[in-house]
Every structure is written in structure tokens, then in C-alpha cells.
């Protein structure tokens, strides 16, 4: 039984995850009560330190949630319903604090941003502000934490922070961020200047479909391996995997044309997914 308290705390943890990312919410929500209340405790940790920059550009609050972090794993717990969220969750299950960490070192990368150089380092960042998501949630997601779980939790992860940057390419070039790997923008002969659009360069969609290749591929890896997570897991990692995924058909769908403009999954597409999820799991016996 959840003391009254703590269940506070999980509720506004549950709030905010229910008005900035519903369709995370609606996956999750389907896990376990104990298990869905610490997504969400999770959830609003890696929301405070997002905003801090995306929203805020403050990377002051970032290093005061560093600090606040360092306490908390010296047995501190600062008195705001996140971090007690967050302390309730680590007593319950066998989270780890690192990934918590690195996730704040990622954070801070976009304050000094640098184009990645090549398509490895595209990769430490995606892990560092995505991947370390998936481990903070594979406890939760897998019992017992296997080595596999873990490395398809961070695959998730990556992927899809691969296809938020694929989305997101003229909204990010107007931020004076360029995600796309500095040397195949070169290989492929995509200038600076082809990001600002509106239309895409053929040069262009040949490097976007070269990544989306890359995250679709760890999508397909992940689907074929759902039996390393629970049972009552596999439906929300599946559920988000097709919604991603279907971000990328979209853009396909758009002819490209995403460089004006933000790509959306319209809500009668999510309820489809979610049909096509649940029909998917018993077709492969992953819900036995």
C-alpha cells in the first residue's frame, strides 16, 4: 500500500506526464500500477531537465539538478514530489542511479552545441539524452534485468532520439543545431543552407533515409526480441516503437517535407497502432 503522501507525489508526476507527452502516457499507463507510477516518477525527473534547457535555456538548473542528484544518492531526498517520486521508485525497484547522471551530462551538451562529427559520435548523444532512458527504465521493464534487456532498452532509446533529429531537422537548423553527422553531410554533398528548405534536396533525403535506416533497423531488432521483457512490458515498448516508426512513414508520406513544418501522428493513427499492437503480440504468442 502506497502511503497517502508519496501517492501525491506520483499523482503530479502523473499530471505532468499526462499534458506534455500523452502518447508516452497512454503506452505506459497499460503497465502494472507500482511499475507505471515510477515511469512517470522517471518521466518527470527527465522533463524537469529538458525543459531546463529546451524551454528555460538555463543550464544553471541543470547543474542545480546535478547537485540535487549527488544528494539524493548520498541518502538526501530534497523536498519537491519529483524527487520524492523518485526516492519512493528507487526503494521500490532496483533502479540505478548512473544512467540519471549521464542524462544530465547530455543535457549540457546542447548548451555549448557542436555538430556531431561523425555518425559515432550522433550516437554517444543520442545515448547520453535517449539511451540512458532505457536503462533508467528497463528495472521496470524487465525482471530480471538481463544484459540483453538492457542493451535493447538503450537501442529503443537511441532510436528514438535518431527520429526526433529526423523530425525535427528545420526546427532544430533555425536553433542553429545541426544534428546530421558532419561528414555525411559532406560524403553525400548536403550544404549547410539545404536545411533551411522549404523543399529538400535530393542530396538531403538520401542522408535522412541513411539514418532512418539506422533507427528503423534497431526498431525491427527490438520487436524480434520482445520476449526479453516482461510480459505486461511488451505492449507499451512495442506501442512505442510502431508510434515512432510511424513518425518516420509519415515524413516519407509528406515527401520530405519536414524542413517547414512538424511532422505529426494524428490520434486516430495512435488508436490504430494500438490495435495493430495488441493484434501483434497475440499473433506471436509475446503476450503468453
Same mark, same amino acid.
Given at each position: 500500500?502506497?502511503?497517502?503522501?508519496? @501517492?501525491?507525489?506520483?499523482?503530479?508526476?502523473? =499530471?505532468?506526464?499526462?499534458? *506534455?507527452?500523452?502518447?508516452?502516457?497512454?503506452?505506459?499507463?497499460?503497465?502494472?500500477?507500482?511499475?507505471? @507510477?515510477?515511469?512517470?516518477?522517471?518521466?518527470?525527473?527527465?522533463?524537469?531537465?529538458?525543459?531546463?534547457?529546451?524551454?528555460?535555456? *538555463?543550464?544553471?538548473?541543470?547543474?542545480?539538478?546535478?547537485?540535487?542528484?549527488?544528494?539524493?544518492?548520498?541518502?538526501? =531526498?530534497?523536498?519537491?514530489?519529483?524527487?520524492?517520486?523518485?526516492?519512493?521508485?528507487?526503494?521500490?525497484?532496483?533502479?540505478?542511479?548512473?544512467?540519471?547522471?549521464?542524462?544530465?551530462?547530455?543535457?549540457?551538451?546542447?548548451?555549448?552545441?557542436?555538430?556531431?562529427? %561523425?555518425?559515432?559520435?550522433?550516437?554517444?548523444? !543520442?545515448?547520453? $539524452?535517449?539511451?540512458?532512458?532505457?536503462?533508467?527504465?528497463?528495472?521496470?521493464?524487465?525482471?530480471?534485468?538481463?544484459?540483453?534487456?538492457?542493451?535493447?532498452?538503450?537501442?529503443?532509446?537511441?532510436?528514438?532520439?535518431?527520429?526526433?533529429?529526423?523530425?525535427?531537422?528545420?526546427?532544430? +537548423?533555425?536553433?542553429?543545431?545541426? /544534428?546530421?553527422?558532419?561528414?555525411?553531410?559532406?560524403?553525400?554533398?548536403?550544404?549547410?543552407?539545404?536545411?533551411?528548405?522549404?523543399?529538400?534536396?535530393?542530396?538531403?533525403?538520401?542522408?535522412?533515409?541513411?539514418?532512418?535506416?539506422?533507427?528503423? %533497423?534497431?526498431?525491427?531488432?527490438?520487436?524480434?526480441?520482445?520476449?526479453?521483457?516482461?510480459? =505486461?512490458?511488451?505492449?507499451?515498448?512495442?506501442? %512505442?516503437?510502431?508510434? /515512432?516508426?510511424?513518425?518516420?512513414?509519415? !515524413?516519407?508520406?509528406?515527401? +520530405?517535407?519536414?524542413?517547414? @513544418?512538424?511532422?505529426?501522428?494524428?490520434?486516430?493513427?495512435?488508436?490504430?497502432?494500438? $490495435? =495493430?499492437?495488441?493484434?501483434?503480440?497475440?499473433?506471436?504468442?509475446?503476450?503468453?
Amino acid at each position: 500500500m502506497i502511503d497517502e503522501a508519496i @501517492q501525491k507525489d506520483l499523482n503530479w508526476c502523473e =499530471t505532468l506526464i499526462q499534458h *506534455n507527452s500523452s502518447s508516452f502516457y497512454r503506452a505506459f499507463r497499460k503497465l502494472p500500477k507500482e511499475q507505471a @507510477q515510477a515511469v512517470f516518477a522517471i518521466y518527470a525527473f527527465c522533463r524537469i531537465a529538458d525543459d531546463a534547457i529546451d524551454v528555460d535555456n *538555463n543550464p544553471e538548473m541543470v547543474k542545480a539538478l546535478a547537485d540535487k542528484l549527488a544528494a539524493f544518492e548520498a541518502g538526501e =531526498t530534497p523536498d519537491e514530489p519529483m524527487w520524492r517520486a523518485l526516492r519512493w521508485a528507487f526503494e521500490t525497484f532496483p533502479l540505478k542511479i548512473r544512467p540519471f547522471q549521464e542524462m544530465l551530462i547530455g543535457q549540457l551538451l546542447d548548451v555549448d552545441f557542436k555538430q556531431p562529427e %561523425s555518425f559515432n559520435n550522433l550516437l554517444d548523444y !543520442c545515448y547520453l $539524452v535517449a539511451g540512458t532512458v532505457g536503462l533508467m527504465l528497463c528495472p521496470l521493464l524487465a525482471k530480471p534485468v538481463t544484459s540483453e534487456a538492457e542493451k535493447l532498452s538503450v537501442e529503443l532509446g537511441i532510436a528514438m532520439q535518431l527520429t526526433n533529429i529526423l523530425r525535427d531537422v528545420g526546427t532544430d +537548423y533555425r536553433l542553429n543545431r545541426i /544534428y546530421l553527422p558532419e561528414d555525411l553531410m559532406i560524403a553525400l554533398g548536403v550544404n549547410p543552407e539545404d536545411l533551411a528548405g522549404p523543399e529538400p534536396t535530393p542530396e538531403l533525403i538520401r542522408l535522412w533515409e541513411c539514418l532512418a535506416t539506422e533507427a528503423e %533497423s534497431r526498431y525491427n531488432r527490438i520487436k524480434a526480441n520482445l520476449k526479453v521483457f516482461d510480459k =505486461t512490458a511488451r505492449l507499451p515498448v512495442l506501442l %512505442s516503437l510502431l508510434y /515512432y516508426s510511424k513518425i518516420l512513414k509519415r !515524413c516519407r508520406k509528406a515527401h +520530405y517535407r519536414l524542413l517547414d @513544418q512538424r511532422i505529426y501522428v494524428p490520434n486516430w493513427e495512435k488508436l490504430m497502432l494500438f $490495435v =495493430t499492437a495488441n493484434g501483434q503480440l497475440l499473433l506471436t504468442g509475446f503476450r503468453q
